[in-house]
């Protein structure tokens, strides 16, 4: 009756861990959209024109929006982890284990 116990609260933890991630990706991915908003307002605040080459302050706010929602799809981690397996020599090894698994 243990192991089941330990078993619930590993699942438990994980999904909680994972959704924990979630959340604060999603906060901080808010939060650095927010501070690259109030950056560019400044900046087109204290310039001395209305645009900064063509671009108007809307379309620099759609753009930051856009660029940030699109990062929380498209991730280069997995780029990078590949690149170090390859580095080491550890790609065939992750490759065999999935074969056999």
């Known amino acids: 009756m243990k192991k089941y ?3 619930f609260q590993n699942g438990l933890f994980s999904t909680l861990i994972y959704k924990g991630n979630l959340l604060l990706k ?7 959209v927010a501070v690259s908003v109030f950056m ?8 001395s024109s209305d645009n ?5 302050p809307s379309q620099m706010l759609n753009y930051l929006v ?3 929602l699109l990062s929380l799809v498209f991730s280069t981690s997995l780029i990078f982890k ?3 397996l390859v ?3 550890n790609l065939s090894v992750v490759l ?6």
Do not use: M
């Not at 065999?96 to 698994?101: A, E, M, N, S, T």
């Open 5 to 7: 116990l330990y078993c």
């Open 40 to 47: 560019w307002l400044a900046v087109y605040k204290f310039s």
């Open 52 to 56: 900064i080459a063509g671009i108007i």
């Open 96 to 101: 065999l284990r999935r074969q056999i698994l």
């Open 82 to 84: 590949f690149s170090a």
């Open 26 to 32: 999603l906060i901080t991915t808010a939060l650095d």
């Open 87 to 89: 580095r080491s020599g």
């Open 66 to 68: 856009v660029v940030n």
